[in-house]
Structure formats: C-alpha cells, structure tokens
C-alpha cells in the first residue's frame, strides 16, 4: 500500500528523501493489478483499452507501446502508457494516484520523460469546455510545456467498436505535423486507417 503524504507537508520535503522513477511493467508483475485499479479509476471505458487487449498487446511485445508503473521510493504512485514512433512520443495514458494530485508528482513525471527523450511529447485531452476538470487538465499540460493544437480538428477513434468516437484536443512539446501525428496514432495505436 502506497505511503499516505498529506498535502501540509511540503512536497519537496519527500521528493528529496524519495526518487520518482519510472518502470516497464508486464502483466505479471507484482504491482499490475494496482496499476490495473488506478487504469480503471482514472479513464472511463470509452477512454482506456479493455483490459485483455491490453495485457495482449503486452504479451505480444508490441514494439511501439510501453506500459509502465511511476514509482516514488518503490511505490506505485503513478502508471504511464505510451508509444515511441520515429519523430514524437505519444502519451495515450497518465495518471498518478488521486490522493497525491497536486503535490508536483505529475510535473516531476513529465520533466523525467522529457529528459529522457529528445523528441517532441504528443497527447489527446477532452475539449477543454467539456468541463472544469477538462479545462484543469488543459492548463496542467500548457505550464508542463505542452501547447494545444488548435487548428486541428483530432477524432479519437474508439478503443472497441461498440464504443464511440470521441473528438479531442492534440496536445504537444514542440513542433510537429498534426496529420501525421494523427494518421500515425490512428494506423498505430488504434488500428484504423
């Protein structure tokens, strides 16, 4: 069970006793079934993959796509899913534990997979009137770095075919071509053309 901070502590107080890192993960490690409960308690069906298609897509060593558990002092705190492709890496899902939101944790993860990589950081949100946590999110990503991709009209594709399609917002680190981010996520990540 993940240590309880409390938000009257100050959180660098941790982070300097505690190293965040993140971690590879496969369906048989000790910590998937945690990861699996945050997967669920964070995105709604229509928003994650079911999960036999995903330990599946694990199994079959799928190339592209990391899933990973974020760890404090080998605690799960946080998972992350995502995909590298030649030119941007692709952040399908991100989550840290709903206890420790607003304590930095998200920031301190994107700044350690930003110096991991050199490539521009691409991700889809809800429009960000579809509600206030929406909007939360959207400026969460806009101090992390990521500017919204405005003139670009992105449709997520549904992750299983009785789900629907849901419009969305492309997200980025730097620089990138928005058809191809999205022809790429379609083709790679969705399995559609």
């Not at 806009?142 to 003139?151: A, I």
């Not at 549904?158 to 083709?187: C, F, I, K, N």
Request: charged share 25%; with cysteine; hydrophobic share 40%.
């Amino acid at each position: 069970m993940p240590k309880k901070f409390h938000r009257t502590t100050p959180f660098l107080d941790y982070f300097c006793i505690m190293k965040l890192n993140i971690y590879p993960l496969a369906p048989e490690s000790p910590v998937f079934e945690q990861f699996l409960t945050l997967y669920h308690a964070s995105f709604p069906a229509a928003e994650r993959r079911p999960d036999d298609k995903l330990i599946a897509m694990m199994r079959s060593g799928h190339s592209d796509m990391t899933v990973s558990a974020i760890k404090m002092d080998n605690e799960l705190i946080g998972l992350l899913v995502f995909w590298e492709f030649d030119d941007f890496i692709y952040i399908e899902h991100f989550a840290t534990l709903h206890h420790l939101r607003g304590m930095g944790l998200g920031a301190k993860t994107l700044d350690l997979i930003k110096s991991r990589h050199d490539k521009p950081l691409v991700l889809e949100i809800e429009m960000p009137e579809s509600s206030p946590i929406a909007a939360r999110r959207l400026e969460f990503y806009r101090r992390n770095g990521f500017r919204p991709q405005w003139d670009f009209h992105y449709i997520q594709p549904p992750y299983s075919p009785e789900l629907p399609s849901m419009r969305l917002l492309l997200m980025a680190t730097g620089d990138v071509d928005t058809q191809h981010v999205s022809d790429t996520l379609h083709r790679s990540v969705y399995g559609v053309s």
